[in-house]
Protein backbone atom coordinates (compact mmCIF):
# COMPACT_ATOMS: atom_id res chain seq x y z
CA UNK A 1 0.00 0.00 0.00
CA UNK A 2 1.38 3.45 -1.40
CA UNK A 3 2.13 6.01 1.86
CA UNK A 4 0.78 9.28 2.14
CA UNK A 5 4.18 11.71 2.00
CA UNK A 6 3.30 14.58 4.99
CA UNK A 7 5.57 17.00 5.61
CA UNK A 8 6.57 18.50 8.71
CA UNK A 9 7.79 21.55 9.23
CA UNK A 10 9.49 22.68 12.71
CA UNK A 11 11.19 25.61 13.61
CA UNK A 12 13.35 23.32 15.89
CA UNK A 13 13.74 19.34 16.21
CA UNK A 14 15.48 16.63 17.88
CA UNK A 15 18.50 16.32 19.18
CA UNK A 16 17.53 20.39 20.07
CA UNK A 17 15.54 19.43 23.01
CA UNK A 18 12.26 21.44 23.58
CA UNK A 19 8.59 20.67 23.77
CA UNK A 20 7.46 21.01 20.13
CA UNK A 21 10.74 19.03 18.97
CA UNK A 22 9.25 16.07 21.56
CA UNK A 23 5.69 16.43 20.54
CA UNK A 24 6.79 15.80 16.67
CA UNK A 25 8.67 13.07 17.43
CA UNK A 26 5.86 11.19 19.33
CA UNK A 27 4.05 12.24 16.54
CA UNK A 28 5.92 11.21 13.68
CA UNK A 29 7.30 8.21 14.50
CA UNK A 30 3.88 6.55 15.46
CA UNK A 31 2.56 8.05 11.81
CA UNK A 32 5.23 5.26 10.47
CA UNK A 33 2.67 2.74 11.50
CA UNK A 34 -0.23 4.72 10.19
CA UNK A 35 -0.09 4.52 6.58
CA UNK A 36 1.76 7.62 6.42
CA UNK A 37 5.50 8.73 5.16
CA UNK A 38 6.36 11.60 7.12
CA UNK A 39 9.37 13.73 6.65
CA UNK A 40 10.63 16.94 8.41
CA UNK A 41 11.62 19.96 7.35
CA UNK A 42 13.71 21.68 10.15
CA UNK A 43 16.26 24.44 10.95
CA UNK A 44 20.05 23.17 11.27
CA UNK A 45 21.70 23.40 14.46
CA UNK A 46 24.89 21.48 14.93
CA UNK A 47 23.48 18.75 12.68
CA UNK A 48 24.02 17.14 9.23
CA UNK A 49 22.38 18.36 6.12
CA UNK A 50 19.99 14.93 6.29
CA UNK A 51 20.02 12.58 9.07
CA UNK A 52 16.78 10.57 10.87
CA UNK A 53 15.29 10.25 14.59
CA UNK A 54 13.37 7.15 15.04
CA UNK A 55 13.06 6.12 11.38
CA UNK A 56 11.69 9.50 10.34
CA UNK A 57 14.01 11.42 7.74
CA UNK A 58 14.86 15.15 8.71
CA UNK A 59 15.82 17.93 5.86
CA UNK A 60 17.37 20.50 7.39
CA UNK A 61 17.55 24.66 6.27
CA UNK A 62 19.92 27.05 6.90
CA UNK A 63 18.57 30.15 8.95
CA UNK A 64 19.35 33.11 10.99
CA UNK A 65 19.33 32.01 14.55
CA UNK A 66 20.34 34.67 16.75
CA UNK A 67 17.66 34.92 19.03
CA UNK A 68 18.63 32.14 20.47
CA UNK A 69 21.41 33.18 22.24
CA UNK A 70 18.78 35.91 24.57
CA UNK A 71 16.59 32.67 24.95
CA UNK A 72 14.36 32.97 22.24
CA UNK A 73 14.29 30.13 19.87
CA UNK A 74 13.38 31.86 16.59
CA UNK A 75 14.92 31.23 13.28
CA UNK A 76 15.10 32.81 10.23
CA UNK A 77 15.34 31.22 7.35
CA UNK A 78 17.82 32.12 4.55
CA UNK A 79 17.54 32.72 1.04
CA UNK A 80 19.02 29.46 0.73
CA UNK A 81 16.65 27.47 2.54
CA UNK A 82 13.95 27.69 -0.01
CA UNK A 83 15.07 24.65 -2.51
CA UNK A 84 14.91 22.83 1.15
CA UNK A 85 11.09 23.94 1.56
CA UNK A 86 9.69 23.93 -2.33
CA UNK A 87 11.58 20.15 -2.58
CA UNK A 88 9.42 18.37 0.40
CA UNK A 89 6.32 20.75 -0.07
CA UNK A 90 5.74 20.09 -3.37
CA UNK A 91 6.54 16.30 -2.78
CA UNK A 92 3.71 15.88 0.16
CA UNK A 93 0.57 15.39 -0.05
CA UNK A 94 -0.15 17.57 3.20
CA UNK A 95 1.79 19.69 4.97
CA UNK A 96 1.79 20.17 9.03
CA UNK A 97 3.35 23.24 10.34
CA UNK A 98 4.00 23.92 13.86
CA UNK A 99 3.71 27.37 15.70
CA UNK A 100 1.81 30.13 14.41
CA UNK A 101 4.61 32.86 15.15
CA UNK A 102 7.51 31.00 13.16
CA UNK A 103 8.53 32.42 9.75
CA UNK A 104 8.72 28.89 9.15
CA UNK A 105 5.44 28.29 9.34
CA UNK A 106 4.55 31.55 7.31
CA UNK A 107 6.94 30.40 4.20
CA UNK A 108 5.18 26.21 4.50
CA UNK A 109 1.94 27.56 4.24
CA UNK A 110 2.37 30.37 1.36
CA UNK A 111 4.02 26.63 -0.47
CA UNK A 112 1.07 24.80 0.23
CA UNK A 113 -1.25 26.92 -1.10
CA UNK A 114 1.01 27.60 -3.93
CA UNK A 115 1.21 24.00 -4.68
CA UNK A 116 -2.42 23.18 -3.62
CA UNK A 117 -1.34 21.06 -0.94
CA UNK A 118 -3.77 21.07 2.52
CA UNK A 119 -2.49 22.96 5.31
CA UNK A 120 -2.65 22.31 8.91
CA UNK A 121 -1.16 24.59 11.62
CA UNK A 122 -0.75 23.56 15.15
CA UNK A 123 0.22 25.95 18.35
CA UNK A 124 1.55 25.05 21.24
CA UNK A 125 1.67 27.46 23.75
CA UNK A 126 -0.33 31.07 25.14
CA UNK A 127 1.28 34.43 24.79
CA UNK A 128 4.58 34.47 26.62
CA UNK A 129 5.66 36.81 29.09
CA UNK A 130 9.63 38.16 28.52
CA UNK A 131 9.20 41.19 30.72
CA UNK A 132 11.16 43.14 28.73
CA UNK A 133 10.89 45.39 25.10
CA UNK A 134 10.12 41.37 23.60
CA UNK A 135 7.00 41.08 25.04
CA UNK A 136 5.82 43.89 22.00
CA UNK A 137 7.93 42.31 19.57
CA UNK A 138 5.99 39.09 20.17
CA UNK A 139 2.44 40.89 19.97
CA UNK A 140 3.81 42.84 16.58
CA UNK A 141 4.88 39.75 15.35
CA UNK A 142 1.54 37.75 16.31
CA UNK A 143 -0.57 40.28 14.27
CA UNK A 144 2.07 40.26 11.47
CA UNK A 145 3.24 36.99 10.73
CA UNK A 146 1.18 34.88 13.79
CA UNK A 147 -2.81 36.10 12.10
CA UNK A 148 -1.47 35.07 8.30
CA UNK A 149 -0.75 31.80 9.40
CA UNK A 150 -3.66 30.98 11.16
CA UNK A 151 -6.00 32.75 8.10
CA UNK A 152 -3.84 30.29 5.73
CA UNK A 153 -4.10 26.81 7.53
CA UNK A 154 -7.23 24.77 6.72
CA UNK A 155 -7.42 23.24 10.11
CA UNK A 156 -6.01 24.97 13.09
CA UNK A 157 -5.15 22.02 15.81
CA UNK A 158 -4.49 23.99 19.69
CA UNK A 159 -2.82 21.62 22.46
CA UNK A 160 -5.64 23.36 25.30
CA UNK A 161 -8.53 25.40 25.63
CA UNK A 162 -6.24 27.85 26.73
CA UNK A 163 -4.51 27.74 23.62
CA UNK A 164 -7.74 27.69 21.09
CA UNK A 165 -8.64 31.28 23.64
CA UNK A 166 -5.51 32.84 22.63
CA UNK A 167 -5.81 31.99 18.81
CA UNK A 168 -8.94 33.31 18.68
CA UNK A 169 -7.95 36.28 20.03
CA UNK A 170 -6.02 36.98 17.27
CA UNK A 171 -9.35 36.44 14.64
CA UNK A 172 -8.93 32.13 14.44
CA UNK A 173 -11.67 30.88 12.68
CA UNK A 174 -13.14 28.74 15.55
CA UNK A 175 -14.48 26.32 12.83
CA UNK A 176 -10.86 25.28 11.80
CA UNK A 177 -10.28 25.02 15.69
CA UNK A 178 -9.57 21.62 17.16
CA UNK A 179 -8.41 20.48 20.53
CA UNK A 180 -6.29 17.87 20.60
CA UNK A 181 -4.38 17.31 24.21
CA UNK A 182 -1.04 16.18 23.88
CA UNK A 183 0.06 12.90 24.93
CA UNK A 184 2.68 10.79 27.41
CA UNK A 185 4.90 7.49 26.69
CA UNK A 186 2.53 5.72 29.45
CA UNK A 187 5.70 3.18 28.65
CA UNK A 188 8.33 5.09 29.74
CA UNK A 189 7.07 7.58 32.37
CA UNK A 190 5.52 4.98 35.16
CA UNK A 191 5.32 4.28 38.69
CA UNK A 192 8.69 2.77 39.85
CA UNK A 193 8.98 2.96 44.16
CA UNK A 194 11.00 0.28 44.10
CA UNK A 195 13.88 2.32 42.50
CA UNK A 196 13.72 5.46 44.91
CA UNK A 197 15.83 4.60 47.32
CA UNK A 198 19.02 3.30 44.45
CA UNK A 199 18.17 6.57 42.55
CA UNK A 200 18.69 8.41 45.29
CA UNK A 201 22.10 7.15 46.13
CA UNK A 202 23.30 7.36 42.96
CA UNK A 203 22.54 11.40 42.78
CA UNK A 204 24.18 11.79 45.99
CA UNK A 205 20.68 12.55 47.88
CA UNK A 206 19.98 12.09 51.27
CA UNK A 207 17.50 9.04 51.59
CA UNK A 208 15.16 10.73 53.85
CA UNK A 209 14.96 14.33 52.53
CA UNK A 210 11.58 15.47 50.67
CA UNK A 211 12.99 15.73 46.76
CA UNK A 212 10.97 18.62 45.41
CA UNK A 213 11.79 18.30 41.44
CA UNK A 214 11.15 20.68 38.71
CA UNK A 215 12.29 19.77 34.84
CA UNK A 216 12.51 23.53 33.61
CA UNK A 217 14.55 25.60 30.76
CA UNK A 218 16.02 28.11 32.88
CA UNK A 219 14.67 31.19 31.53
CA UNK A 220 12.50 33.95 32.71
CA UNK A 221 9.20 32.80 31.55
CA UNK A 222 9.83 29.59 33.31
CA UNK A 223 9.51 31.46 36.43
CA UNK A 224 13.12 30.48 37.95
CA UNK A 225 13.25 33.74 40.09
CA UNK A 226 9.56 32.62 41.75
CA UNK A 227 11.39 28.61 42.42
CA UNK A 228 13.80 30.41 44.03
CA UNK A 229 11.80 32.40 46.50
CA UNK A 230 9.39 29.57 46.99
CA UNK A 231 12.80 27.50 48.09
CA UNK A 232 14.26 30.01 50.12
CA UNK A 233 10.95 30.09 52.29
CA UNK A 234 10.31 26.05 51.90
CA UNK A 235 13.56 25.35 53.21
CA UNK A 236 13.95 27.69 56.27
CA UNK A 237 10.90 25.84 57.84
CA UNK A 238 11.94 22.45 56.75
CA UNK A 239 15.49 21.72 56.22
CA UNK A 240 14.83 17.94 55.09
CA UNK A 241 13.27 19.71 51.54
CA UNK A 242 15.43 19.39 48.60
CA UNK A 243 14.65 21.52 45.57
CA UNK A 244 16.38 19.61 42.42
CA UNK A 245 16.51 21.13 39.16
CA UNK A 246 16.11 19.38 35.66
CA UNK A 247 17.28 21.59 33.02
CA UNK A 248 20.02 23.85 31.48
CA UNK A 249 19.54 27.55 29.71
CA UNK A 250 20.67 30.94 29.64
CA UNK A 251 20.07 32.00 33.49
CA UNK A 252 21.65 28.21 34.39
CA UNK A 253 24.77 30.16 36.38
CA UNK A 254 22.67 32.93 37.58
CA UNK A 255 20.24 30.35 39.52
CA UNK A 256 23.39 28.79 41.15
CA UNK A 257 24.92 31.95 42.07
CA UNK A 258 22.04 33.17 43.30
CA UNK A 259 21.18 29.85 45.41
CA UNK A 260 24.74 30.38 46.97
CA UNK A 261 23.90 34.13 47.69
CA UNK A 262 20.65 32.83 49.49
CA UNK A 263 22.68 29.87 51.77
CA UNK A 264 19.96 27.51 50.22
CA UNK A 265 22.42 25.79 47.08
CA UNK A 266 22.74 22.21 49.42
CA UNK A 267 18.37 22.51 49.46
CA UNK A 268 18.89 23.87 45.77
CA UNK A 269 20.47 21.28 43.39
CA UNK A 270 21.16 21.95 39.75
CA UNK A 271 21.46 18.68 37.66
CA UNK A 272 21.80 20.31 34.65
CA UNK A 273 20.84 18.34 31.40
CA UNK A 274 19.17 15.41 31.93
CA UNK A 275 18.50 13.44 28.50
CA UNK A 276 14.84 11.61 28.06
CA UNK A 277 16.17 8.44 28.39
CA UNK A 278 17.06 9.62 32.28
CA UNK A 279 14.23 11.25 32.96
CA UNK A 280 11.54 8.98 34.70
CA UNK A 281 13.91 8.19 36.93
CA UNK A 282 14.13 11.80 38.01
CA UNK A 283 10.41 11.77 38.31
CA UNK A 284 10.65 8.45 40.35
CA UNK A 285 13.28 9.27 43.01
CA UNK A 286 11.20 12.60 43.85
CA UNK A 287 8.18 12.97 46.24
CA UNK A 288 6.91 16.18 44.35
CA UNK A 289 6.90 18.24 41.04
CA UNK A 290 6.88 21.64 41.03
CA UNK A 291 5.98 23.90 38.33
CA UNK A 292 6.63 27.15 38.91
CA UNK A 293 5.65 29.32 35.26
CA UNK A 294 4.76 32.51 34.56
CA UNK A 295 3.16 32.11 31.51
CA UNK A 296 3.32 30.68 27.81
CA UNK A 297 2.05 27.38 29.31
CA UNK A 298 -0.16 25.39 26.58
CA UNK A 299 -0.47 21.87 28.24
CA UNK A 300 2.98 21.05 29.34
CA UNK A 301 4.51 17.60 28.63
CA UNK A 302 6.45 17.86 31.97
CA UNK A 303 3.17 17.74 33.94
CA UNK A 304 1.88 15.07 32.11
CA UNK A 305 5.23 12.79 32.61
CA UNK A 306 5.01 13.46 36.12
CA UNK A 307 1.43 12.33 36.69
CA UNK A 308 2.06 9.86 34.75
CA UNK A 309 5.15 8.39 37.21
CA UNK A 310 2.39 8.43 40.14
CA UNK A 311 4.03 12.06 41.47
CA UNK A 312 1.76 15.31 42.55
CA UNK A 313 1.90 18.47 40.78
CA UNK A 314 2.31 21.91 42.23
CA UNK A 315 1.92 24.39 39.64
CA UNK A 316 0.90 28.08 38.76
CA UNK A 317 -2.22 28.47 37.21
CA UNK A 318 -1.05 29.78 33.75
CA UNK A 319 -2.22 28.44 30.61
CA UNK A 320 -3.42 24.83 30.08
CA UNK A 321 -2.20 23.98 33.06
CA UNK A 322 -5.60 23.70 35.12
CA UNK A 323 -7.16 21.46 32.12
CA UNK A 324 -4.94 18.35 33.40
CA UNK A 325 -5.74 16.80 36.68
CA UNK A 326 -3.14 18.97 38.64
CA UNK A 327 -5.60 20.38 40.80
CA UNK A 328 -7.38 16.64 42.11
CA UNK A 329 -4.52 15.35 43.42
CA UNK A 330 -2.02 18.40 44.11
CA UNK A 331 -2.51 22.33 43.77
CA UNK A 332 -2.81 24.93 41.90
CA UNK A 333 -1.71 28.19 42.90
CA UNK A 334 -1.46 32.03 41.46
CA UNK A 335 2.21 32.47 39.30
CA UNK A 336 4.52 34.98 40.39
CA UNK A 337 3.39 34.53 44.32
CA UNK A 338 6.47 31.87 45.79
CA UNK A 339 4.91 32.44 49.54
CA UNK A 340 1.46 30.61 47.99
CA UNK A 341 3.86 27.96 46.18
CA UNK A 342 6.11 27.64 49.29
CA UNK A 343 2.80 26.77 51.25
CA UNK A 344 2.10 24.19 49.02
CA UNK A 345 4.92 22.50 48.77
CA UNK A 346 5.47 22.56 52.86
CA UNK A 347 1.66 20.80 52.81
CA UNK A 348 2.49 18.39 50.53
CA UNK A 349 6.03 17.53 52.17
CA UNK A 350 3.75 16.26 55.28
CA UNK A 351 1.70 14.59 53.11
CA UNK A 352 2.30 10.59 52.18
CA UNK A 353 0.96 10.34 48.45
CA UNK A 354 0.89 6.13 48.60
CA UNK A 355 -1.68 4.86 47.41
CA UNK A 356 -3.22 7.47 45.41
CA UNK A 357 0.41 7.10 42.67
CA UNK A 358 -1.85 4.10 41.04
CA UNK A 359 -4.96 6.08 40.88
CA UNK A 360 -3.15 9.57 39.82
CA UNK A 361 -1.51 7.26 36.77
CA UNK A 362 -4.99 5.45 36.24
CA UNK A 363 -6.50 9.30 35.54
CA UNK A 364 -3.55 10.44 33.00
CA UNK A 365 -3.78 6.58 30.83
CA UNK A 366 -7.61 7.69 30.76
CA UNK A 367 -7.38 10.83 29.20
CA UNK A 368 -3.47 11.43 28.10
CA UNK A 369 -1.77 9.13 25.18
CA UNK A 370 0.45 9.21 22.00
CA UNK A 371 -1.94 7.08 20.64
CA UNK A 372 -5.13 8.73 21.33
CA UNK A 373 -3.45 12.08 19.90
CA UNK A 374 -2.35 10.13 16.88
CA UNK A 375 -5.68 8.38 16.00
CA UNK A 376 -7.19 12.56 16.60
CA UNK A 377 -4.74 13.79 14.47
CA UNK A 378 -5.39 11.24 11.94
CA UNK A 379 -9.10 12.11 11.13
CA UNK A 380 -8.21 15.66 10.32
CA UNK A 381 -5.49 14.51 7.98
CA UNK A 382 -7.98 12.04 6.42
CA UNK A 383 -10.61 14.82 6.24
CA UNK A 384 -8.13 16.93 4.20
CA UNK A 385 -6.28 14.59 2.00
Request: with cysteine; glycine share 8%.
Amino acid sequence: MVKSRLCIVTHTFLPHVGGIEKVVNEQSKRLLHKNYAPRVVTNRIQTPKHYQVDGVPVDCYESLNTGFRLGIPYSIPTIPSLPTFTKAIKHAQIVHAHGHPYLTSLLAGKLAKFYGKPFVLTQHNTFIDYNNFFNQVELVNDLAVGKQNLNTADKIITISNATKNYVLRLGANPNKIRVIYNGVDLVRFRPQPEQKTALRQKLGLPKDAVIVLTVRRLVYKNGVDTLLDCASIAVRANPKIVFLVAGKGPDLESVRQQAKQRGIAANFRLAGFVSDGDLAGYYNLADLFVLPSKSGEGLPLVALEAMACGLPVIATNVGGIGEVPVAEFGKLVPPNQPEHLAEAVLEFAKVEFGSQTFELRARVEERFSWEANVKQLLEIYEELI
